[in-house]
């Protein structure tokens, strides 16, 4: 009976090792889930689900590749996302309460991602991979 409840448990080791037992909420998804799970959950409701923004009353601009968003440098995007719009009279929330420096750095990233090359380039060139400048 213990051998066979030895062999159970390490089965079940086993089988969360693989994967095949039901996957428990990883708790530090990769920056890249992570930035997607952000948008979606933070970003989505005013600026849409492809980031074309114009979706409701508050008139949020697009951060696609269809805005100006990468003109903006990456200090001015974390600033607006953490701070929000209402130092400049605006009507963006501002998250840098509910966000983690974690959630807000692969958010940043996602923005990146719905850009175009060009834009990401443009932004790079631009010295806008570097906060502060
Ligand atoms: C409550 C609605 C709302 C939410 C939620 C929101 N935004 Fe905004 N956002 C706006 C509005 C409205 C503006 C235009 C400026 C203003 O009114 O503050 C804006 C402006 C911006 C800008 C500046 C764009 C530019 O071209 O000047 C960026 C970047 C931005 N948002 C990114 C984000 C990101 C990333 C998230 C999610 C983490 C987010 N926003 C969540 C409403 C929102």
Known sequence: MRL?????????????ACGGAPAAPTPTPDPATLGERTFVQYCVPC?????????????????????ESHALTDAAILAAIIDGGAASGGNMAPLGDALSAEQEAAVLEFVHSLWSDEQRLAHEDAGGHTPGQ
């Not at 159970?8 to 089988?15: D, I, K, P, Q, S």
């Open 47 to 67: 600026h849409g689900a492809a980031g074309e923004g114009f979706i409701n009353a508050l008139d949020a601009p697009a951060l696609n590749a269809d805005g």
């Open 4 to 16: 066979l409840l030895l062999w159970l448990v390490g089965l079940a080791g086993l089988l969360a």
